[in-house]
């Protein structure tokens, strides 16, 4: 019997998650959650992989089972080496290790998970899956930045894009949602969640994304700002005395949506509009104009789109967000259908009206199916 399991594990920067995942039957036997990493009982991920491995055991289905074919490491940043899914070695355990400078929260983490899970099962073959790898196809006129290129090659200082997985999946399950060949298919992908990011898609090949050198760049999301004009880093470092971590810290954490109004979380910030909170509203507007201007730009830049697909938390979940951000488009050919934007499902949908040239979709992203999808690919090839 060929195994025809794979665990797919999410090392992040305070919490581990993991999926053991059938890709013999479609079937997930398994999954679980370890949060608050540093805070409590779990001191760190070495301790937080013990746990995972430990609850797989219990139930019967530890690292050393015979049905797992492989373990799915998600490695958030790989730089302009890791293209592709690739097969963990000590080199390039070591290369991801090369790429901490790059993504200090995200790779210590992800590089921990994989040495755990190495040590755990040192025979199994392990895959390292990275989420800025579907945005290598990107041109250099959208990848580079306007900046000196000696000083921007040394420093690897270029657009990488993030939640790539994510961009990746949505986009392949449009055209089947569509029943459209892929590689005639231009599609903007809309990945709202709490860290947020668009993509313009030629044919399945990501031909621009929001996110950049690292997940600040782009959409206002929870915490994050997204774009600004970098001389506000100058600015608060000069005028306001804030040292670089506190500017670090003010831009990824304590900004977006948050920092506008005092809430993260879209569905408090929709409660608070409905009581007529400015603040919210405010928010609520700043968020739906970066989007408008993304929406509009990846038009310009694909010249046809077929496809607006929105996905993760606030994109699969708030219509309002949807309603807002392709309102009065019909110029552009984008015209949504208010009921069937507005009814609540967990399935992929069409929420565009009949009349409308682009087609516009809800699919809820599964970045762990596609983890274990291009795991298992790899491993059996
Ligand atoms: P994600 O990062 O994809 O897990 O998305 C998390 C975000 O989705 C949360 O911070 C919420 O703001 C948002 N979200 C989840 N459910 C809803 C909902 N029903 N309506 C609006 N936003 C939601």
Redesign the pocket.
């Known amino acids: 019997m060929n195994p025809t399991r794979v665990l797919v594990l999410n090392s992040g920067s305070s919490s581990v998650k993991y999926q053991l995942l059938d890709m013999a039957d479609g079937s997930r036997p398994a999954s679980g959650l370890v949060e608050r990493i540093g805070e409590g009982p779990v001191p760190d991920h070495t301790a937080a992989l013990r746990q995972v491995a430990d609850e797989l055991r219990e139930r019967g289905m530890g690292l050393d089972s015979p049905e797992l074919a492989a373990v799915g490491h998600r490695v958030v940043h790989g730089g302009t080496k890791f293209t592709e899914p690739t097969l963990i070695t000590d080199e390039v355990v070591a290369s991801i290790e090369g790429l901490v400078p790059l993504a200090p929260l995200h790779n210590p983490a992800n590089v921990t998970g994989i040495k755990v899970a190495r040590e755990l099962r040192p025979d199994l073959p392990q895959v390292a899956v990275f989420d800025t790898a579907f945005h290598s196809t990107m041109p250099e006129s959208a990848a580079r930045y306007a900046i000196d290129v000696e000083t921007a090659d040394r420093y690897d200082v270029r657009r990488y894009g993030f939640h790539g997985t994510s961009h990746a999946y949505v986009s392949r399950a449009a055209a089947g949602l569509l029943d459209r060949d892929l590689a005639g298919l231009n599609t903007i992908v809309l990945h709202l ?3 947020a990011s668009a993509s313009a898609i030629e044919g399945g090949v990501c031909v621009d994304t929001s996110m950049g050198l690292t997940p600040l760049e782009g959409l206002v999301m ?1 915490t994050r700002s997204g774009d600004l004009d970098p001389a506000i880093v100058f600015h608060l470092a000069r005028v306001g005395g804030m040292s670089m971590d506190e500017v670090d810290t003010l831009l990824n954490k304590k900004s977006g949506l948050l920092g506008l109004c005092g809430d ?4 408090e910030i ?1 409660r608070r509009m409905g009581e007529g909170d400015r603040a919210a509203e405010l928010a609520f507007e700043i968020y739906i104009h970066r989007l408008r201007k993304y929406v509009g730009a990846y038009t310009a830049v694909l010249g046809r789109v077929d496809a607006i697909v929105f996905t ?3 994109g699969e ?2 219509a309002a967000v949807r309603e807002a951000a392709l309102r009065g488009l019909t110029g552009l050919g984008i015209e949504l259908d208010g009921v069937r934007n507005t009814l609540r499902s967990g399935s992929a949908r069409i929420i565009s009206a009949q009349s409308s040239r682009v087609a516009v979709a809800v699919i809820p992203t599964d970045e762990e199916l596609e983890i274990a999808t291009q795991t298992y690919a790899l491993v059996r090839a």
Request: overall charge neutral; charged content about 15%; proline content about 0%.
């Open positions: 969640g709490n860290g929870g993260n979380d879209m569905r929709g993760a938390g606030v979940n708030s």
